[in-house]
Each structure stands twice: as structure tokens, then as C-alpha cells.
């Protein structure tokens, strides 16, 4: 007899099919005031096309709380409804925060597309981008713990929706059935981590008493560039959200000075905590490093928002106390787009070193301005990295001498 409950496991390759259009929709409230939504708008518009999806038209809802039935409004409702049966090729409306199953079904009946809130999203491009067995595990496990309170909004059309003989049960009983199997394949999934979670321990452990140091930071960042460049391997790197899913461990020598460098999964605002949960297994190569080098895009326009985040979740991990190198990536992209043209050398470098003076007062801790793309101030990356791991050897090792 087959396994025939295998719930997530037939389609994992994400909304990659043919071209999708979408609609994005977002709620200001007081909570979240109208100039956030809209960033949280720009970045639900990158995951969507790092998902498959071109989005057609953004609509933005001013609410004091979510509607509990349909998230929105009414007449944002209709809004949306109008424009979407006036545009063919809207297959999809992608909501900003989770949706309970009850609000999907709602939304689904009344707009007639498919309904994907941002969770959906980006368990949908994790989905798409595991490789390990590992990953594909978390993913699951992540699906699964999303999917089990949202079962009895999906099962409406079996629920008891009026009342006489025949109307009674089956819907109910549906929904029991189908969260046993969902707590059953949650449980198995579990089981199945620990087994491998058991494997990394074993393989951390035969790596001997190496300085482990971390790569972390917010998704698209540059990581795993600057991993390849440190390391002088191949790891993957992509211009897309989650590139990387699965801990990436390279030995790195520095003047006869070993360490091990990994590259984790990126971070982003609004992460489901069921993902963090699912995913901290991958992230133990975090826990358990001595050393963080923070990677941070200062291009973007919200890159001190996306250390917050980082830092967040380094917290939640009990990382957050750790040696850290800030690095400040993409130093080119900043000038290409915030310099003048007509600017002269010695304005820009003026300029840059007020920046430079501003983020140090900020963050207490030690900075470094890079472009792993052009290799600009590598050597004085090396250099403090360097320093960084040599001081973690003499605290660790303090009566050895050491070559380096």
C-alpha cells in the first residue's frame, strides 16, 4: 500500500511554471504606518519575481486592524476584485501578512485567483531552492506546522453550514482526520531532523578544534560572493532571495593560519517564526561559531532596518553576544547610485568618510567597507578577520605556540 499522504511532497518545485502575473496588497495600520508597508511592498515584489511571478499592480488598504473574514475592506475588496476580472493574466493575489485558512477561502471564493500571503511566498521559494536532504526536510516540517492551524479554513465546504438530517459530522471528522495526519507527518519530520541533525553534530566534531567563523546577514547581501572569494571556492550565488538554504562549510588559511568559514541562510523582516523553528538546525553553525562577520548591503536604502532584523534573530538563536565583524558590501552600487556625476573626487571621499564616521558611532564594533564584486579593501578584510581569528586561538590555545 503506497503512502498516499505525503502532503507537500508531490509538488516542491514552487509557482515556477509558466509566467504568473500577481497583485500585491498591503495594510497600513498603526502598527505598521503606510511608508513601512510600502518597503515591506518593495520587498514582497523581489520575492514574488524570485518565486516566478511579475506583479501587474500594488494596492495598499489604510485599516486600523484586519478585517477577521477578508483581511481588507469592503470596498478595497471590490477594488481589487474589479481590477483583477479586468486584467486576464492576474492569476494570483499575494497578501503581505499571514492569512488564516478561514480568509483564504473567502478571498479565493470572491476574487476567483489564487491566494498566497507572504508566508505562503517564501515557504514557496525555500521549497524551490532545497537540495540537501536536510533542507527538504526543514521545508516540510515548515509546511506542515504552517498548514495545521489553517486546516478547518481550507475545509469549509465540509463543515456544517446548515442545519437537518445529513448536514452533521463528515466535514468535522474530515478536518480530524486530515490534522492526524498532518501531527503524524509533523512528528515524523522531526524525527527525521534529528537523525541528521545527529550527522552534523558527528561531522562538526571531526573537524577538530578549528576557530569557526560565520557568515551572516539579511537575504541578497552578498555572502556567498564574498564566501567564494575568501574561501577560492564555488559556492552558489544568485541576485535573488534565499540563494543559499544549505550551510555551506569551507577550510580557509590565512598565512598558515587555519579556520573553517560558513555561509548560512539569509535573513529577512517578517520571517515566520514556524521557518526559524524548522530551520534551527541549519542555523546551529551559527550557535556554535566563535566568530560572526556580519554581512550588510549599503546600497539598500533600508540597510540599518535589516541589521535590526539580523540581530533580532542572532538574539532569538543566543548569538547575538559573539565577536562580530560588521561589513558594509557593495560600496560601488552606493556610489553608482547615490553620487552625483558632477561631484568631484575629493567631495566623494569627503562624503564617504562622513558615512564611514556615522556607522562607527553607531555600531560599536568592528567595521570594514568592502565590494566583493570588485575585490575593493579585501586585503583590509583579510587583515581584521585575521586579527579576529588569531586572538580566538590565543584565548582558546593561551600556553601553545603557535606558527602564526
Known amino acids: 500500500m503506497g503512502n498516499d499522504w505525503n502532503i507537500g511532497e508531490k509538488d516542491k518545485k514552487g509557482i515556477k ?43 495598499l488598504q489604510k485599516l486600523s486592524h484586519p478585517d477577521s473574514r477578508t483581511f481588507i475592506g469592503k470596498g ?57 536532504a ?3 526536510t526543514q521545508v516540510e516540517l515548515a509546511q506542515m506546522q504552517y498548514l495545521l492551524p489553517r486546516l478547518r479554513g481550507l475545509w469549509t465546504h465540509l463543515e456544517r453550514q446548515r ?29 527525521k531532523l534529528e537523525k541528521i541533525d545527529q550527522q552534523n553534530t558527528t561531522q562538526r566534531k571531526q573537524r577538530g578544534e578549528l576557530i569557526r567563523v560565520a557568515l551572516v546577514g539579511y537575504t541578497n547581501v552578498g555572502k556567498s560572493t564574498l564566501m567564494n572569494m575568501l574561501s ?28 573553517l568559514l560558513s555561509d548560512t541562510v539569509g535573513f529577512i523582516r517578517k520571517l515566520p517564526h514556524h521557518l526559524i523553528e524548522s530551520f534551527k538546525s541549519t542555523l546551529d553553525e551559527v550557535r556554535e561559531s566563535d566568530i560572526l562577520v556580519h554581512v550588510v548591503d549599503i546600497a539598500h536604502p533600508q540597510h540599518e532596518d535589516h541589521i535590526r532584523t539580523v540581530n533580532q534573530t542572532l538574539k532569538e538563536l543566543n548569538a547575538l553576544d559573539k565577536p562580530t565583524l560588521l561589513v558594509f558590501n557593495k560600496i560601488d552600487l552606493y556610489r553608482e547610485r547615490y553620487y552625483d556625476a558632477y561631484v568631484d573626487e575629493e567631495a566623494r571621499q569627503e562624503i564617504e568618510e562622513g558615512l564611514k564616521g556615522s556607522l562607527r558611532h553607531t555600531f560599536d564594533t568592528e567595521l570594514s567597507f568592502i565590494s ?33
Open 232 to 259: 577560492k571556492s564555488e559556492v552558489f550565488a544568485e541576485d535573488k532571495l534565499f540563494a543559499t538554504l544549505d550551510t555551506t562549510v569551507r577550510k580557509v588559511v590565512f598565512d598558515n593560519m587555519p579556520f
Open 134 to 136: 536536510q533542507a527538504k
Open 17 to 59: 511554471r509558466t509566467h504568473e502575473y500577481a497583485v500585491l496588497i498591503g495594510l497600513a495600520s498603526q502598527s505598521q504606518p503606510e511608508e513601512q508597508v510600502q518597503e515591506y511592498l518593495d520587498e514582497l515584489e523581489f520575492l514574488a519575481l524570485t518565486a516566478g511571478a511579475y506583479v501587474k499592480k500594488r494596492f
Open 372 to 404: 566583493a564584486k570588485t575585490r575593493e579593501n579585501i586585503a583590509g578584510l583579510r587583515d581584521k578577520l585575521q586579527a579576529m581569528v588569531r586572538e580566538q586561538y590565543i584565548v582558546r590555545y593561551p600556553y601553545q605556540a603557535k606558527l602564526w
Open 163 to 191: 442545519g437537518g438530517i445529513g448536514m452533521r459530522g463528515p466535514g468535522e471528522k474530515e478536518i480530524e482526520t486530515d490534522r492526524r495526519i498532518v501531527r503524524d507527518k509533523i512528528a515524523l519530520l522531526k524525527k
Open 76 to 132: 478595497k475588496l471590490e477594488e481589487i476584485k474589479e481590477y483583477i476580472d479586468n486584467t486576464e493574466e492576474v492569476s494570483m493575489a499575494i497578501f503581505d501578512d499571514d492569512l488564516s485558512g478561514k480568509q483564504v477561502n473567502i478571498l479565493e471564493e470572491t476574487l476567483k485567483v489564487k491566494i498566497i500571503d507572504r508566508s505562503t511566498l517564501i515557504l514557496d521559494i525555500f521549497a524551490s531552492r532545497a537540495q540537501t
